[in-house]
């Protein structure tokens, strides 16, 4: 009997699937983090001031605020922890280092794009921000997942197995992700103004090709950490 | 008793440490003999300090930067023990820069910080390093530890030329750079003379520290293996298991 080889896109894929398979039985990045976001949205007003014209000049930065620190927590789920034995089976079955990061980063970047959806319009209910030029918002959306989800899954791979793994993670990504929210921020100010939001593009797009190159680099580094 | 390690010598050394006194001398005397500045006045030889620490904190990050593709190519322990100091001497040179600068700022700009590009991004950076050694720290394996230190000291690296490019790409309020640019400094001769002196005590003093702190590090190395080698006793071994077979036993508490 003779086994064909499986493409790396395909076992990427297949990987990221069974992610998102696990996260939906678990609900950790939907019914736990995506909740404690919508709390940190209407935290955030009590601290800063409920000043309506305030909170609709600044909700949009809050919303990026909470996206990027709580999206960090999306990428550092206990569902996405693979044990010796799991990583021994993909080993074998000759899945390599790149595809399982990608497969995560695939993973992390569909839930992270679901925990952006969810939070939207919770943020638009509570600051009724000026949606002027709201359509640069979407490639905004998915740029910010996808890097997001590459950083995310790069510190996973660094802190996984360490007993401190959740409080590591945010603190290895948040400081390097800052771009993304700079970039996010950016192009939401643009398009309210009407000037060309390219540049701000350029910046989060730059940064999720840095991210994706850096972590292709140094996947088969991480090989045998758990 | 034998030690189970040789004491590898002093940890400063003996000739570096007298090296550096010296230049340091020359450089605190160097920085109060130089003349005020036009618009700053005496607050200018806040800068003789504050501008080397920020080179320093630059190079420590370019060695531990270094050293970590050193590591990732040889996998050599020496090379992880020098990422590592050279990591921990850069966190303390930026803080003491971003510290320095606070202190220069409050006369010239009016507050202790303001929300510059500069100061944001070096901010910054000072945390990802944080990060680094907070990850050392959470690794007990020492491979474990140098691997995934070695690739977050490769990635985090990208942060630095950002901090230099910063005050170029953003308009900031701190000052653009005014010795290392295009068409050469706009420091007056004499000033220029001992920034630079004092880049290089920063330098020796930077050696210094790198060193002894490798040097303690590859102590402490050796004395873990030592420890490997020759277990101590447990603290579980004093205990014996109940015997449960007893004649005795059997008789009275069946």
New interface residues.
């Given amino acids: 009997m003779t086994t064909l080889p499986v493409a790396p896109l395909t076992q990427c894929l297949t990987l990221a699937a069974k992610d998102l398979r696990l996260e939906r039985r678990a609900g950790e990045a939907m019914l736990v983090t995506a909740p404690f976001g919508a709390v940190a949205l209407l935290l955030a007003p009590l601290a800063v001031g409920t000043d309506t014209p305030l909170l609709r000049q600044r909700g949009p930065a809050l919303y990026w605020l909470v996206v990027l620190l709580f999206g960090v927590l999306v990428t550092m789920r206990a569902s996405a922890v693979e044990g010796p034995a799991q990583l021994a089976m993909l080993r074998l079955a000759g899945v390599g280092p790149r595809v399982r990061l990608a497969g995560r980063a695939v993973a992390n970047g569909v839930l992270l794009l679901g925990f952006q959806l969810v939070l939207a319009p919770v943020a638009v209910l509570l600051y009724d921000p000026d949606l002027t030029g709201w359509p640069w918002v979407l490639p905004v959306f998915v740029l910010v997942a996808a890097g997001l989800a590459v950083l995310g899954a790069l510190a996973d791979a660094l802190a996984v197995g360490l007993a401190g793994r959740t409080t590591l993670g945010p603190l290895l990504v948040a400081p390097i992700a800052v771009p993304l929210l700079l970039g996010a921020t950016g192009v939401v100010q643009a398009a309210g103004y009407g000037r060309s939001p390219w540049p701000w593009l350029l910046l989060v797009t730059t940064v999720d090709l840095v991210a994706a190159l850096l972590a292709a680099w140094c996947a088969r580094y991480l090989e045998d950490l758990a | 008793m034998t030690p189970l390690i040789t004491p590898p010598g002093p940890v400063f050394g003996r000739r570096l440490p007298l090296v550096v006194g010296v230049a340091a001398a020359a450089g605190v005397t160097a920085a109060v003999l130089s003349p005020p500045d036009v618009v700053q006045g005496d607050l200018v030889r806040l800068l003789y300090v504050h501008v080397p620490a920020a080179w320093t904190a630059f190079l420590s990050y370019g060695v531990t930067f270094a050293a970590s593709l050193g590591w ?1 190519w040889r996998r050599r322990p020496g090379m992880d023990r020098l990422a590592a100091a050279s990591a921990e001497v850069g966190v303390f040179f930026t803080a003491l820069a971003i510290t320095l600068g606070s202190i220069w700022g409050r006369p010239t700009w009016g507050v202790w910080w303001t929300w510059d590009a500069r100061l944001v991004t070096t901010a ?2 000072l ?2 390093y ?2 680094y050694l ?2 050392r720290r ?2 007990p394996d020492p491979l ?1 530890r140098a ?2 230190s ?3 000291g ?3 690296f ?2 630095v030329p ?1 901090v230099h490019f910063s005050v170029v790409w953003w308009r900031t309020l701190h000052q653009p750079p005014s010795v290392i640019r295009p068409g050469g400094p706009t420091m007056d001769p004499s000033m220029l003379l001992v920034l630079l002196g004092n880049a290089v005590v920063f330098t020796l003093l930077y050696v210094l520290m790198v060193r002894a702190r490798a040097r303690m590090a590859a102590t402490e190395d050796a004395l873990d293996e030592a420890q490997d080698a020759h277990p101590g006793p447990l603290a579980g071994d004093a205990v014996s298991a109940p015997l449960l077979a007893t004649a005795r036993s059997e008789n009275t508490d069946v």
């Fill in positions: 990732l910054l950076m945390f990802i944080l990060g907070a990850l959470a690794t474990d691997k995934r070695a690739v977050f490769v990635v985090a990208a942060q950002l």
